[in-house]
């Protein structure tokens, strides 16, 4: 079953299209990730499905119920039971941990011991049961980050929406709420959208990744499909880094490089030009190998370093453990490519 369906979503703000026709869906109880640049549209697509911004055409379906049609709305936002967690988390101040929680039980009418059974238990899903009395400000922003997660999960809402919920916290706090996110998304198993500009976020939390720009979704595929199986220049350049060098085909399955001829799959054809596309950890130093170049500048990562290549008129880069000076000559090998038309 799908949880949620969007159909050919628009949105035209000051005469521009800021969503161009997007469609996508969600399994029951998976986690897509609307991933791209700021400016995409993918924040605006999220507001347009809680019901927040009203599109200009397409249609969204939200467990198979229309919820709008172009400018008519079918189904109003409190109607849609959608959780939300905002980029600025949206807590309030003069309201302690559990009263933040709770707000949402007391607006649908829950019953107060009702509701403190449901807060206990939430508490108890995000290790912060010792904070029930604490207020937001005293919290740090890890603790912030799952009060807010537990604030729009409460309902039981029938999708959870999530706009760049961890773009305010430091990197090793980071990595601890990521998990958290997707342990008690696994848990509850609540259907989730999952606004992002940061891969690392999108490659671990995702079921699928559907990469925007400039307002159109360029691909939609599990994480593993768009980092090794890019659809567009666009995907293949901006998630990870990459080496798209152009080639010839010089007939079936061959083609020429910069480093010579190559016996590689050509689908059939046999002329015009075509790329070679492949990752800088798919490429390695080695003596054996049969492409020669220099070494042009090194960037130290932590357990690897990143190395520019200059070789036969073209600039790749590679990431390596071992250190090489600057202006070294190597040989190194292309372990793994794919031939590209885009």
Not at 162 to 183: T, Y
Not at 260 to 275: I, Q, R, V, W
Not at 301 to 312: A, D, L, P
Request: with cysteine.
């Amino acid at each position: 079953m799908k949880s949620l369906q969007v159909k050919q979503l628009v949105k035209i703000f000051d005469k521009k299209e800021i969503v161009r026709g997007i469609s996508f869906d969600v399994e029951n109880g998976h986690l897509l990730t609307l991933l791209g640049p700021s400016g995409c549209g993918k924040t605006t697509t999220l507001r347009i499905i809680a019901g927040i911004e009203i599109p200009d055409c397409g249609e969204i379906y939200i467990d198979e119920k229309l919820a709008s049609r172009d400018k008519k709305i079918c189904i109003s936002q409190k109607e849609r039971n959608i959780g939300m967690v905002f980029q600025d988390l949206a807590l309030w101040p003069h309201m302690t941990v559990y009263e933040n929680i709770e707000f949402g039980l007391k607006t649908n009418g829950i019953r107060r011991d009702e509701r403190r059974k449901k807060i206990e238990e939430v508490l108890q899903s995000i290790n912060m049961q010792k904070y029930a009395r604490a207020y937001p400000q005293t919290l740090s922003g890890g603790q912030k980050q799952l009060v807010a997660i537990a604030r729009s999960i409460i309902t039981r809402p029938r999708l959870l929406l999530m706009d760049e919920p961890l773009s305010n916290i430091d990197v090793k706090l980071r990595q601890d709420i990521r998990r958290e996110i997707k342990r008690i998304q696994q848990e509850t198993n609540i259907t989730t959208l999952y606004v992002t500009h940061d891969q690392e976020d999108a490659f671990f939390l995702s079921d699928r990744i559907a990469v925007m720009n400039e307002g159109k979704v360029e691909q939609i595929g599990s994480p593993e499909e768009i980092y090794f199986s890019p659809e567009s220049l666009f995907v293949a350049q901006f998630v990870g880094e990459s080496n798209c060098i152009e080639v010839n085909i010089a007939g079936i399955n061959r083609i020429v490089t910069p480093w010579g001829e190559l016996s590689h799959p050509t689908d059939n054809h046999t002329k015009g030009t075509a790329k070679i596309f492949f990752r800088p950890h798919q490429v390695k130093i080695d003596q054996s190998g049969c492409c020669k170049g220099k070494l042009v500048k090194r960037d130290f990562m932590g357990e690897w370093y990143r190395y520019h290549v200059s070789s036969s008129g073209v600039e790749i880069v590679l990431y390596d453990e071992n250190s090489y000076n600057v202006g070294k000559h190597v040989k190194f090998s292309i372990k793994e490519m794919k031939l590209v038309s885009f």
